[in-house]
T-cell receptor
Framework: EPEVTQTPSHQVTQMGQEVILRCVPISNHLYFYWYRQILGQKVEFLVSFYNNEISEKSEIFDDQFSVERPDGSNFTLKIRSTKLEDSAMYFC????????????FGPGTRLTVT | RKEVEQDPGPFNVPEGATVAFNCTYSNSASQSFFWYRQDCRKEPKLLMSVYSSGNEDGRFTAQLNRASQYISLLIRDSKLSDSATYLCVVTLSGSARQLTFGSGTQLTVLP
């Protein structure tokens, strides 16, 4: 069964450093998403991406964040200058048609900012 | 007021028990409703969509009451493998692709 993959599974970085989280969505999917979950808290929407541009973004997704689809397979989330409060699990998701029932989540990248 | 509210639990029930989870949402224009399941430190996985007419999938039954802005999930004959956190999820009007999650209700099924 096709699945969304994410790398790395765990990333440790120092405050102020840039990080890039990588996702490979399911191959025929067209809509891509990033969510985050701070430990012990709820899952929060960050951004959605379609046709090489951002469709929607939340208040969390400020100028420190950016997304890119650099090639036909990868979808990346960049945090320019990490803060302690960026420590969280970051989930990538993808869907074929944009119907939410079809949104598949990757296993997540745990980001720890020290 | 939180957009999606759930009883955090934990719910500890014996195998075979029936357990019900409730969820309320604040935005009356919410469009779509779901229950997701999340195992510890894993990704959310769609359990079922929730329709106004109510829907059932095996041991799981979901109900939606738009007038009361209330969603429920009933699990019958609970199994050890049902132990997880159950997340109530809605989409808000105008943000059809943005999932809004509740904080989840933790369930532990005991042998």
């Amino acid at each position: 069964e096709p699945e969304v993959t994410q790398t790395p599974s765990h990333q440790v970085t120092q405050m102020g450093q840039e990080v890039i989280l990588r996702c490979v969505p399911i191959s025929n999917h067209l809509y891509f998403y990033w969510y985050r979950q701070i430990l012990g808290q709820k899952v929060e929407f960050l951004v959605s991406f379609y046709n090489n541009e951002i469709s929607e973004k939340s208040e969390i997704f400020d100028d420190q964040f950016s997304v890119e689809r650099p090639d036909g397979s990868n979808f990346t989330l960049k945090i320019r200058s990490t803060k302690l409060e960026d420590s969280a699990m970051y989930f990538c998701a993808s869907s074929e048609s944009g119907r939410l029932e079809e949104q598949y989540f990757g296993p997540g990248t745990r980001l720890t900012v020290t | 007021r939180k957009e999606v509210e759930q009883d955090p639990g934990p719910f500890n029930v014996p195998e075979g028990a029936t357990v019900a989870f409730n969820c309320t949402y604040s935005n009356s224009a919410s469009q779509s409703f779901f229950w997701y399941r999340q195992d510890c430190r894993k990704e959310p996985k769609l359990l079922m969509s929730v329709y106004s007419s109510g829907n059932e999938d095996g041991r799981f039954t979901a109900q939606l009451n738009r007038a009361s802005q209330y969603i429920s999930l009933l699990i019958r004959d609970s199994k050890l493998s049902d132990s997880a956190t159950y997340l109530c999820v809605v989409t808000l009007s105008g943000s059809a692709r943005q999932l809004t999650f509740g904080s989840g209700t933790q369930l532990t099924v005991l042998p």
